[in-house]
């Protein structure tokens, strides 16, 4: 067959074939290409895109990089050296592009240069040019890499290095040829450390033909010596990828087994409860193969469309051994890691290639036959339409959803908790979506953890020097009452009731900000599918003192110096924008109180009254007092400053003010800022900047 002249109609038949794959690809891979909902286990594309956050915020690009989902200490879950993150950080800064852009944009240029060294590969088999489109558009038009060369996820760059080394591989064991043995080792070496999983399936028809080089040298009688050339060629080309390996592996790997909840993750972990690494006896199993059969059927076509067109193959004897040869490592690689491939689909990202490579040739072979040209013609079109109809059944479903990913109360938390603080995460596993979207760093307590009191003592110690602003609590673990108290008792979190709740959870906020949030969802259309609990807000909120520990108050008060040491907030304590800044509410009853510094000259306050509250003429402020007094031992105080603006009848009090006042300090003294109501608290929406003393 492949020897086998190709026709002029066979050629444009080909190619038109290929044309329309192609773009049919790019519209599916950019169909809602800006939408930041990530469909598709959005679970794991979060940790992907947890990791690209904080080194884009941090600008970490080292590889002791944080992944702050499973509590201190944040560097805690190396899976990956971070290659495509750092792609999609770069990317997003070049560009000016969100996260999840620039994310897809690297997924897809990874896929689509995939091709050309597939394409190189099919040439190596030996057949020609215009044959080799045929599997090239069964792989563009496959659901699997229409929907996940578009997701937040390192597969399709891994997949591209894979199929380079394998390229460079057979090139430098047939030549050898230095040049392609350097292209082997450094993208051999990206693809182990970026995910090894992906690379072990290429891996596979590598070994294969390197085991058939040794064999023909066998066979020919060329001596030992040039089996040990074969040999060292082959292993030169892998050596360093898997030292490489090896290292990150031993670097890695105490990380994840010192911390109290990442230790499921080490390499053993992974590679025998997720992976099932050549765990034989599950692959006898009728679950994992019902499993395995439907995500055929989701990420490829009907079994049945898979199982005629191989036999098909096996059945025409020109094709029979290419069919079985290139089909071979998409079957290999399940048995490898059976677990991971049966509830994963995005794992099957890095063999299906395989499979098309076999259907193929099937197709290629029944081109040569002699049945009637238009049975042929539907017979070559008939798993390409397999494929369109499995994507729009499933895939393009998810891919149809308009959302921006997370939840209501994900995008409260990130508006109105503050930047630093910590929330907890419980009935989530390590489904790293709330953390992501809220912005926030997190303890997840994995499932089942909730009721290991051992290990929530020692989390729960290694945040004492942090603010935890919320307890996230979903599914079940909303009715785990021990659990729920356990938290409120050790970070002071209001749990008499939820703060607010949402279709499958429960979010309970500390003291704090609870009053605040509720006040904000009462009056905010903003943020829809929440709930307040029953009889919230009926009673007026009780001020009370909160103080806070001096590295808390630092994060909590980024744009104080000195920090407060106390505040009191009638209306509970949040954190507003206001234009691309955020500031402080403190409508009134408003304290702060904190400690100058010695020989301090001048106080700087920048402040003002949100144009909201007095731009109607019907309903606004009256005005609101800033003052500040300074509080001597005892009941000694005097008076430092006071303004009453009152912006509605006076527009100079308008707008952003910033007041230098002159101070000296007196021993013993503590400043407090204060707001006050003029005759009402009516609209007196007030807010703090900054406040300086120095």
């Given at each position: 067959m492949d020897s086998s002249p190709v026709s002029r109609k066979e050629r444009w038949l080909l190619t038109g074939l290929f044309a329309v794959a192609l773009i049919y690809s790019l519209y599916g891979v950019t169909y809602n290409w800006t939408m930041g909902f990530m469909s598709g286990h959005e679970f794991r594309q979060a940790h992907t895109a947890i990791v690209a956050y904080y080194i884009d915020k941090q600008n970490n690009f080292s590889l002791l990089y944080e992944v702050p989902i499973f509590g201190k200490p944040w560097v805690s879950l190396l899976l990956e050296v971070p290659i495509y993150e750092w792609a999609v950080v770069l990317l997003s800064r070049l560009t000016g592009w969100p996260h999840i852009v620039a994310a897809r944009t690297v997924s897809a240029a990874c896929f689509y240069l995939t091709l050309p060294a597939i394409w190189l590969l099919l040439g190596r088999l030996g057949l020609p040019k215009p044959r080799r489109l045929l599997p090239l558009a069964l792989i563009l038009s496959a659901p699997l890499y229409i929907y996940y060369s578009r997701a937040f996820l390192m597969d399709s760059m891994a997949l591209m290095f894979s199929a380079w080394w394998l390229l460079a591989f057979v090139r430098?064991?047939?030549?050898?040829?230095?040049?392609?043995?350097?292209?082997?080792?450094?993208?051999?070496?990206?693809?182990?450390?970026?995910?090894?999983?992906?690379?072990?399936?290429?891996?596979?028809?590598?070994?294969?033909?390197?085991?058939?080089?040794?064999?023909?040298?066998?066979?020919?009688?060329?001596g030992w010596m040039a089996g040990l050339k074969t040999t060292a060629w082959g292993l030169a080309t892998v050596v360093v990828a898997l030292l490489a390996l090896r290292a990150w592996v031993a670097y890695t790997d105490p990380i994840k087994a010192a911390h109290a909840s990442a230790w499921i993750f080490t390499s053993k972990n992974l590679t025998q409860g997720n992976w099932g690494l050549f765990d034989l006896g599950v692959l006898f199993s009728r679950e994992l193969w019902g499993h395995l059969l439907h995500c055929w059927e989701q990420g490829i076509m009907s079994r049945w469309f898979i199982f005629a067109g191989l036999l098909l193959g096996l059945a025409l004897p020109a094709v029979r051994w290419k069919v079985l040869g290139t089909a071979a490592p998409f079957f290999l690689a399940q048995f490898m890691f059976p677990f991971a491939y049966a509830y994963q689909d995005y794992y099957f990202y890095a063999c299906a290639v395989f499979l098309h490579a076999g259907l193929g040739y099937a197709l290629l072979g029944?081109?040569?036959?002699?049945?009637?040209?238009?049975?042929v013609i539907l017979l070559v079109l008939a798993p390409f339409a397999a494929q369109v109809r499995a994507y729009w059944q499933d895939y393009r479903v998810g891919q149809s959803i308009w959302h921006h990913g997370g939840y209501s109360f994900t995008e409260l938390l990130r508006d109105h908790t503050p930047e630093d603080s910590v929330i907890i995460v419980a009935g989530a596993d390590w489904a790293g979506v709330t953390p992501l979207y809220a912005q926030r760093k997190a303890l997840m307590v994995r499932n089942g953890l909730e009721h290991d009191r051992t290990y929530l003592e020692r989390a729960f110690q290694d945040l004492q020097d942090e603010e935890v602003c919320a307890l996230v609590v979903f599914n079940d673990v909303r009715k785990n009452r021990a659990f729920i108290d356990m938290v409120a008792a050790r970070f002071d979190i209001d749990v008499t009731q939820p703060t607010l709740s949402?279709?499958?959870?429960?979010?309970?906020?500390?003291r704090t900000y609870s009053k605040g949030l509720q006040l904000i969802l009462k009056n905010s259309r903003k943020y829809p599918q929440l709930e307040l609990p029953p009889g919230a807000l009926d009673d007026e909120p009780v001020k009370g003192v909160i103080t806070f520990p001096a590295e808390m108050a630092r994060r909590t008060f980024p744009t104080f110096s000195p920090a407060p040491q106390r505040a009191s907030f009638q209306f509970g304590m949040d954190w507003l924008m206001h234009g691309r800044q955020g500031v402080l509410s403190v409508h009134p009853d408003a304290d702060l109180w904190l400690e100058p510094p010695a020989g301090a000259k001048e106080i700087r306050w920048s402040y003002g009254i949100f144009a909201g509250a007095y731009e109607n003429?019907?309903?606004?402020?009256?005005?609101?007092?800033?003052?500040?007094?300074?509080?001597?031992?005892?009941?000694?105080?005097?008076l430092i400053y006071r303004r009453l603006l009152d912006p509605a009848r006076n527009p100079a009090d308008r707008g952003d003010q910033h007041e230098v006042v002159p101070y000296v300090p007196v021993p013993g003294e503590v400043l407090r800022f204060s707001t006050r109501p003029f005759e009402h608290s009516a609209f007196d929406w007030a807010y703090t900047i900054k406040i300086e003393v120095k």
């Open positions: 430098a064991m047939d030549n050898r040829c230095w040049r392609w043995l350097a292209l082997a080792v450094v993208t051999g070496t990206a693809a182990a450390v970026i995910k090894s999983a992906v690379w072990a399936a290429w891996l596979v028809p590598g070994a294969a033909y390197g085991a058939w080089l040794l064999w023909r040298d066998a066979r020919t009688r060329a029944l081109i040569d036959t002699r049945l009637p040209r238009w049975l949402f279709i499958t959870a429960d979010v309970y906020a500390s003429p019907a309903a606004h402020t009256d005005g609101v007092e800033f003052i500040v007094q300074g509080e001597g031992p005892g009941d000694a105080s005097r």
